[in-house]
């Protein structure tokens, strides 16, 4: 009975932790005041907006914070998508397994779980599908529940990719939805800011984080050129 009860033990643990051994993220600390106001928001709420200028750490924070709540088990997954309009064809178009196909998508929210839990674990998460890399062209039909769904470069998205995409939410699940309306890919407005829109102006419980110049953290040089990119636009 005794050795029946070890393998039991062993066998109910969580797959990614039988393969390796749990870090702890380093505690997030904001660095300007909206940064507190974002960490704050991941907190305290299922669904977030944040937008605004590149550099201002949408991206780190989002993925920091999943990680915290993935290594706490306060999740079961970690959904990464976002829209790909770059090339203006499918993502069936690109050669490859459908992780090789996103990569480069997604690589800058990868790299940051990387570097809190090493290449290792984030390779076992994605083979026991606790990381789930998701095609924006994928998602009819499915809903996410006990995850941490990340969307990013939203201000990509069309008005129809977003309805769709907010209606596949499901319990237990905190969700964030990251985009810059100022760079957006598309040829007509972004979906980003009608939804945005829409929250506002029907007053739904759902926070907007707005970075501005002042959020810029990335580097000196982030902050010179998207000062000048928006001065010289504005005398255009």
């Known amino acids: 009975m005794v050795k029946n009860?070890?393998?039991?033990?062993?066998?109910?643990?969580?797959?990614s932790e039988q393969s390796y051994t749990r870090k702890k993220v380093p505690e997030l600390v904001g660095q300007t005041r909206r940064q507190w106001d974002y960490i704050d928001a991941l907190t305290q709420e299922d669904l977030i907006f944040c937008i605004g200028y590149a550099g201002t750490g949408?991206?780190?924070?989002?993925a920091t914070a999943a990680t915290q709540l993935y290594l706490e088990r306060k999740i079961q997954k970690i959904v990464i998508t976002r829209p790909n309009v770059a090339s203006?064809?499918?993502i069936g178009f690109f050669p490859g397994t459908l992780h090789e196909k996103m990569s480069p998508w997604v690589?800058?929210?990868v790299d940051v779980l990387v570097k809190h839990m090493g290449k290792p674990a984030v390779d076992i998460?994605?083979?026991h599908g606790d990381l789930v890399i998701e095609p924006f062209e994928t998602l009819r039909g499915k809903s996410f529940e006990s995850s941490f769904v990340l969307l990013d470069e939203a201000q990509n998205c069309t008005y129809e990719q977003l309805k769709m995409f907010l209606t596949r939410l499901g319990d237990g699940s905190k969700t964030v939805i990251n985009g810059d309306v100022m760079q957006t890919d598309l040829s007509h407005n972004s979906g980003l800011s009608q939804i945005l829109k829409i929250n506002k102006d029907?007053?739904?419980p759902f926070p907007i984080i707005e970075?501005?110049?002042?959020?810029?953290?990335?580097?000196?040089?982030?902050?010179?050129?998207?000062?000048?990119?928006?001065?010289?636009?504005?005398?255009r």
């Open 5 to 15: 009860a070890r393998r039991n033990t062993r066998r109910n643990k969580p797959r």
């Open 211 to 235: 970075f501005q110049e002042e959020d810029i953290v990335r580097s000196d040089i982030c902050a010179t050129w998207i000062k000048a990119f928006g001065k010289s636009e504005k005398n």
């Open 125 to 127: 998460m994605l083979k």
């Open 202 to 204: 029907q007053g739904l």
């Open 58 to 62: 949408k991206t780190y924070v989002s």
């Open 88 to 90: 203006g064809k499918g």
């Open 107 to 109: 690589a800058p929210i």
